[in-house]
C-alpha cells in the first residue's frame, strides 16, 4: 500500500477532528507505530480537551442585558438617516434577454418617458448584474461616496434606498449613461445572490409623475414610476408580488425625503 | 433584521468565549463583544461572504487586538494577573477550577497570535480556512502558529507543574 506520508498538519488536524476518517485511520496507524509522537499528539488532545471545559462555563452564563442583540438593533433603528431621502430608483433583476419591456396599463405616451426608463434599467441590468468581476464600481462601504458622486452628476440629492426590510442588501452603485443623460444604479442581492437593480435619473419633462406601472418580460418583472419629476424602476427575477413590495419601499422611502 | 437575528443571537455565546478567554476580564470582554455586535448590526447588509460566524470572530478579533495595541501603547498590561478568579468555571468543583484556572493561566503566557490561534481552532471549532481568515493570515501560517501554540503549552503545563498555579508573572511592561 502506497501511503501519503503523514504530516505535522494531519497531526494537529487529528487532533482537531478534523480529517476524513480514511486519513484518520491511517493517521491512527502511524501513531501506533510511533509512541514518541502518539505521547505529543495525546498531550495536544489533553489540552484541547482541558482548554474546552475550562471555558464551556463562560458561554453558558445567561447574557447581560447590554449583549441582547433585539435592543442593539432597536436602537440602531432609532437613529436618524444623515442624508434627505431622493432616490432615482430602478431595481432591474432579470436574466438576460435583451430587453423588450412590456409595460402595462396606460403609460404609453412617449418613448422618452417610463418605457425609456425602464428599458435603459433592463439594459443596464443585462450588462452588470452577471458581472461577476466588478458588477459595481462604488461598493456599499463607500456609499457616503456614491451618494456625493450620483447626487453631483444628476444635480438631485439622491439616497441610497435601504431595502434591508426587504431582504436585499446593498451591493453598490455607479452612474450610468443613458440617452436621456447620466443615471445613478444600484444593485442589491439576496441571501440566495438574486440581484436586483434600481435606476433612477430625472425625466426631464416627461412623465414627471407616472403611477407605479408593471412591467413583464418572461420570468422578469419589474415596476416603473416618476415622482415630482424623478424616474425610478426596480427589476428582477423575484415574483412580481414580491417585487412590488421592494417597489413600494424604494417609493415609500424616496417621497419620506 | 430578523434574518440578522436568528444568524447571529445563537453565537453571542461563543463570542463572549472567546473574548474573555483573550481579555480574561468579564466587564472588558464584554464591553468588546458589545462593540462587535453593534458593529455587526450596522455592517449587516454589506456583508459579502456567507458564513456568518467566522465574519464576526474576525470583527470581534480585529476589536481585541486594537484593544491590546492600545493597552500596549499606554504601557499597561493587560490585566492577566488582576482576573477576578469567580469569573471562571463557576459551576466545577473547586479542585477542577483550579486546573482550569492553571491551564488559563498558562495560555496567557501565550503570545497573542498564537493563543488566538489556538483558542479559534481547538474551542471554538472554527476549520483552519475560517480561522486563517478571520486573522488574515495564510492557512500555512495558522499551521505553524499552531503548532507552536501547542508546544509551548505543552512546556508550560509538563514544566510549570512545580510552579505556583494561581500567581502569572505576565506583566510585559512595568
Known sequence: ?257 | MDDMLHQVEPLIPALRRYARALMRDRASADDLVQDCLERAVSRWYQRRDGEVRAWLFTILHNLAVSQFRKAASRGQHVAIDETNEGHFGEAAAQEQKLIYQDVLTKLARLPEDQRAVLLLVAVEDLSYADAAKVLGIPVGTVMSRLSRARERLRQEIEGGAAAPTNVVSMRSGK
Open chain 1, 1 to 257: 500500500m502506497n501511503h501519503r506520508p503523514i504530516t505535522e498538519d494531519d497531526l494537529h488536524a487529528y487532533v482537531d477532528q478534523a480529517l476524513a476518517p480514511e486519513r484518520r485511520g491511517e493517521v491512527a496507524a502511524y501513531l501506533d507505530d510511533h509512541p514518541e509522537v502518539a505521547e505529543r499528539i495525546t498531550a495536544f488532545a489533553g489540552q484541547r480537551d482541558l482548554l474546552r471545559a475550562a471555558l464551556a462555563p463562560v458561554a453558558e452564563e445567561p447574557l447581560p442585558a447590554a449583549l441582547n442583540l433585539a435592543h442593539i438593533i432597536e436602537s440602531r433603528r432609532r437613529r436618524p438617516s444623515r442624508f434627505g431621502w431622493a432616490i432615482a430608483a430602478m431595481l432591474l433583476l432579470s436574466i438576460g434577454g435583451a430587453g423588450g419591456w412590456i409595460m402595462h396599463g396606460a403609460l404609453q405616451t412617449s418613448p422618452g418617458g417610463l418605457v425609456a426608463l425602464a428599458q435603459e434599467a433592463t439594459a443596464s441590468y443585462d450588462v452588470y448584474a452577471p458581472d461577476h468581476v466588478r458588477p459595481v464600481e462604488m461598493r456599499a462601504s463607500d456609499t457616503a461616496q456614491l451618494v456625493q458622486w450620483v447626487s453631483g452628476r444628476l444635480h438631485q440629492p439622491v439616497k441610497v434606498p435601504d431595502l434591508a426590510t426587504s431582504g436585499y442588501r446593498l451591493m453598490g452603485g455607479r452612474l450610468v449613461a443613458t440617452t436621456h443623460g447620466p443615471a445613478a444604479m444600484f444593485m442589491y442581492d439576496d441571501d440566495h445572490g438574486s440581484r436586483i437593480v434600481v435606476l433612477t435619473r430625472p425625466m426631464n419633462g416627461t412623465d414627471e409623475d407616472a403611477p407605479m406601472t408593471p412591467q413583464a418580460k418572461g420570468d422578469v418583472a419589474g415596476f416603473a414610476w416618476a415622482d415630482s419629476g424623478i424616474g425610478y424602476s426596480l427589476v428582477g427575477q423575484a415574483p412580481a408580488e414580491s417585487l412590488r413590495a421592494v417597489a413600494n419601499e424604494v417609493r415609500k422611502q424616496a417621497r419620506a425625503i
